[in-house]
């Protein structure tokens, strides 16, 4: 089945050059667009899209606002938001994540990496790559007037799942982790998948989040 995305941006250029490199794509289907935040949470809950493309900087309702409306949609399968900028240093990438978007990508992107990304975002992991993504968590988890999270919401995870968070934070997948660990990929996926439910997390990217602003990671600790 093919994986179903509403293209979300307020130039029509933008929406038609995303358009045609999907659509080149078998396994990929455009099924809408709209042009600016308060459209898409529209389409979004009348076309079920698996993935939102979303430009953050919109007239009208703005990506982030309309981020926040999609993700909270009571559907039993809610859309996933890939956000888009032209910025490799925006702080609404942070909100965004923050807010549950799955991550980000900037607009010139190649059309590989792009068709890369919507797949990544279609399963269910979070886009934690490039590295710049991981720098804009930092940088913005580390402001004092965005951290939010308390040490103490960690206090339902075993010392094994800290662990194994801390790793998340670091961008390692579930294979790295495994290997790191010693243990197979299905174990370290299965701690992943317990740890969001114990912090009600939306997926890996809200993980991340959490584990700069509760402190288990220093943003300035690990380098790119």
Known sequence: ????????????????????????????EVVGEAEDGERAVEL???LAPD???????????????????????????????LMLTTFDADEYVYEAIRAGASGFILKDIEPEQLAHAVRV??????????GVTRRLIREFASRPEVRRARPEELDALTEREREILALVAQGLSNDEIAGRLH??????KTHVSRIMTKLD????????????????????????
């Open 1 to 28: 089945m093919a994986i179903r995305v509403l293209i979300v941006d307020d130039q029509a250029l933008v929406r038609a050059g995303f358009r045609v490199l999907l659509e080149s794509y078998e396994d990929i």
């Open 44 to 46: 979004a809950s009348d």
């Open 51 to 81: 993935v939102v493309l979303m430009d953050i900087r919109m007239p009208v309702m703005d990506g982030l606002e309309a981020a926040h409306h999609i993700l909270a949609s009571a559907q039993p399968h809610p859309s996933r938001v």
């Open 121 to 130: 975002i279609a399963s269910g992991d979070a886009l934690l790559s490039p």
């Open 183 to 188: 243990i197979s990929p299905a174990t370290a």
């Open 201 to 224: 997390a939306h997926d890996r990217a809200q993980l991340v989040v959490i584990a700069y602003e509760c402190g288990l990671v220093v943003p300035a600790s690990h380098e790119d």
